[in-house]
């Protein structure tokens, strides 16, 4: 094992892993492999509200029949909230609570974020309305023209967000009680050494908020490469609520299916093998030349 590479997959046990999960799946371990690391598996169950009664132990028993086995310890977000709320208390009087409820919210924004949320206008910045109570707990971000964080994909290159214009004071607990995924992912990723990231394209615009939040907490940042999401017929990203189907591999050969689909889809050029053991072989191989070809060095 490499101590220099610690990765990661983080499914949400809403349902069972699809086509576009497993690409995710796929990329993340194939990048341990070639850089000789660990893989780990998180389940980010922190939204309880959307979790599927035994979606995560599915998620656990495919990941291992397609031959992809976990490094250590799984970890459920679920059974780690004390370890969010010390995270919000150390960033003391930059998080603040939030009155405003969605219509509220849609009503006053400043715009739309990339990802498609309201860029929250700071109502609640300077204390809550008279009479008014706490829905959701918000990080102040820096004012605009101090807000430029930047970092390098390591496919994508050099990107820059400005989180003040283009993401707004964000939430870190929701109105409905559950910790955000921002900070979660955080806390998570840093409580368990993770170095490098692999994940979806669909989080990109997250990326920003969460090196901001590493940086107040004082935390390393991961190296971050972002690959590109499935998506269906419409154009829309491959989910469980655009019909999505489950992989669900019976035998060896539907197994090496159902993988060599996602790799042709990463654009690793492999002929179709007959074992999951060749497949995997073979796999790392082109992620390897992949890399070799397509990285940009920070």
């Given at each position: 094992?490499?101590?220099?590479?610690?990765?990661?997959?983080?499914?949400?046990?809403?349902?069972?892993?699809?086509?576009?999960s497993l690409v995710?799946?796929?990329?993340?371990?194939?990048?341990?492999?070639?850089?000789?690391?660990?893989?780990l598996v998180r389940?980010?169950?922190?939204?309880?509200?959307?979790?599927?009664?035994?979606?995560?132990?599915?998620?656990?028993?495919?990941?291992?029949?397609?031959?992809?086995?976990?490094?250590?310890?799984?970890?459920?977000?679920?059974?780690?909230?004390?370890?969010?709320?010390?995270?919000?208390?150390?960033?003391?009087?930059?998080?603040?609570?939030?009155?405003?409820?969605?219509?509220?919210?849609?009503?006053?924004?400043?715009?739309?974020?990339?990802?498609?949320?309201?860029?929250?206008?700071?109502?609640?910045?300077?204390?809550?309305?008279?009479?008014?109570?706490?829905?959701?707990?918000?990080?102040?971000?820096?004012?605009?023209?101090?807000?430029?964080?930047?970092?390098?994909?390591?496919?994508?290159?050099?990107?820059?967000?400005?989180?003040?214009?283009?993401?707004?004071?964000?939430?870190?607990?929701?109105?409905?009680?559950?910790?955000?995924?921002?900070?979660?992912?955080?806390?998570?990723?840093?409580?368990?050494?993770?170095?490098?990231?692999?994940?979806g394209a669909d989080?990109?615009?997250?990326?920003?908020?969460?090196?901001?939040?590493?940086?107040?907490?004082?935390?390393?940042?991961?190296?971050?490469?972002?690959?590109?999401?499935?998506?269906?017929?419409?154009?829309?990203?491959?989910?469980?609520?655009?019909?999505?189907?489950?992989?669900?591999?019976?035998?060896?050969?539907?197994?090496?299916?159902?993988?060599?689909?996602?790799?042709?889809?990463?654009?690793?050029?492999?002929?179709?093998?007959?074992?999951?053991?060749?497949?995997?072989?073979?796999?790392?191989?082109?992620?390897?030349?992949?890399?070799?070809?397509?990285?940009?060095?920070?």
């Open positions: 094992m490499s101590n220099t590479y610690i990765g990661r997959f983080a499914p949400s046990p809403t349902g069972p892993l699809h086509a576009g995710a799946a796929l990329a993340s371990y194939l990048d341990a492999r070639a850089h000789h690391g660990q893989w389940i980010e169950d922190i939204d309880e509200g959307r979790s599927v009664p035994g979606a995560d132990t599915a998620i656990l028993a495919l990941l291992d029949s397609l031959g992809m086995h976990a490094d250590g310890e799984v970890v459920w977000q679920s059974r780690r909230k004390q370890r969010y709320q010390d995270a919000a208390d150390r960033l003391g009087s930059l998080a603040y609570p939030c009155g405003c409820n969605r219509r509220e919210i849609i009503d006053s924004r400043l715009g739309v974020a990339p990802d498609g949320a309201a860029i929250y206008p700071g109502t609640c910045r300077a204390g809550l309305p008279e009479g008014r109570g706490m829905r959701s707990l918000r990080l102040r971000v820096p004012d605009a023209g101090q807000d430029a964080i930047t970092f390098t994909d390591r496919f994508m290159g050099t990107l820059t967000q400005h989180l003040a214009l283009e993401a707004g004071d964000f939430v870190l607990k929701r109105a409905d009680g559950y910790w955000a995924y921002q900070l979660a992912v955080v806390v998570d990723d840093a409580d368990q050494g993770v170095t490098d990231i692999v994940r989080l990109i615009e997250s990326t920003a908020r969460q090196i901001y939040l590493q940086r107040l907490l004082g935390v390393p940042t991961p190296r971050y490469l972002h690959v590109p999401v499935v998506r269906n017929a419409d154009g829309e990203k491959l989910s469980k609520q655009t019909g999505a189907l489950a992989v669900l591999p019976g035998d060896e050969p539907a197994a090496v299916q159902a993988l060599l689909e996602a790799a042709r889809f990463l654009g690793l050029p492999l002929e179709r093998p007959d074992t999951l053991a060749s497949f995997w072989r073979a796999a790392i191989s082109a992620w390897s030349a992949l890399l070799a070809e397509r990285e940009v060095r920070a």
